[in-house]
């Protein structure tokens, strides 16, 4: 007869659950970037917007991330940064590396090369035909006058059936050319 006592009970709980972080922890690292921040380096702050309707504010255009802030100091997983004249801690996956664009880098003195120089920029698209544009399109009372006859009001032509109907005679008295 097997006799367990709540001691190797416990133990073997206790493994399990050793197991079991392992396998998490193992998962969890194949998904974490590997960040290498230093002290002095700027970064950018990921920030947490909500749509608001009231203030007229939709959370998908407003922007990611913001900043950059300076790292003043490193503490594991965190890192201290300096915003709004206070330090403020937070985590190193709420945080991303600041990178200048080449652009911000460039002075407007230096002579730089573009492909645009000698050509001229288009900014509408290839099919700038007219009619496929709403501001070429005619509107539906420009159409009305090109359906007119010569004889004015009494009589017009709808050119989907392509018959006449007199204006003061009933539908059934349509006639058929």
């Known amino acids: 007869?097997?006799?367990?006592?709540s001691k190797d009970y416990s133990m073997r709980?206790?493994?399990?659950?050793?197991k079991k972080h392992k396998s998490w922890e193992k998962h969890y690292n194949l998904r974490r970037r590997d960040v290498h921040i230093k002290v002095n380096d700027l970064v950018l702050l990921q920030t947490h917007f909500l749509s608001a309707a009231g203030r007229k504010q939709v959370g998908k255009f407003m922007p990611k991330f913001e900043g950059p802030y300076k790292v003043l100091e490193i503490k594991g997983n965190n890192l201290v940064?300096?915003?709004?004249g206070r330090n403020i801690t937070v985590n190193i996956d709420q945080v991303r590396v600041y990178r200048p664009r080449q652009s911000d880098t460039i002075s407007s003195d230096s002579p730089v090369e573009t492909l645009y120089d000698e050509?001229?920029?288009s900014h509408r698209s290839n099919r700038s035909h007219q009619g496929q544009f709403k501001e070429h399109r005619k509107t539906s009372s420009?159409?009305?006058?090109?359906?007119?006859s010569r004889q004015g009001n009494t009589t017009r032509e709808i050119p989907r059936n392509k018959r006449k109907i007199n204006s003061t005679a009933s539908k059934d008295q349509a006639l058929k050319p």
């Open 13 to 18: 709980q206790d493994e399990i659950c050793k």
């Open 142 to 148: 420009q159409e009305s006058e090109g359906c007119r």
């Open 119 to 121: 050509q001229e920029v």
């Open 81 to 84: 940064i300096w915003k709004n």
């Open 1 to 5: 007869m097997l006799v367990v006592t």
